[in-house]
C-alpha cells in the first residue's frame, strides 16, 4: 500500500504528536489514531508500554 502525502499533511499530522510513519500504521491496520495517541501518552506518563 503506497500513500502520498503533501508537506502539508504531513504537518498536520505531526502536530498530533505521531510520526507520519505511525499515523500509516494506524491506518493499515485500522487502529483509531486518537486512541493510538491516548495510549502513547498515557504509556509515557505512567512509563508503562502499552
Excluded at 8 to 33: D, F, S
Excluded at 38 to 50: E, V
Amino acid at each position: 500500500m503506497y500513500m502520498a502525502l503533501t508537506e502539508e499533511q504531513a504537518w498536520e499530522i505531526r502536530k498530533l504528536g505521531i510520526t507520519v510513519i505511525e499515523w500509516k500504521w494506524c491506518v493499515k491496520e485500522n487502529v483509531n489514531v486518537f486512541i493510538y495517541i491516548m495510549n502513547k501518552a498515557i504509556g509515557k506518563a505512567t512509563g508503562i508500554s502499552l
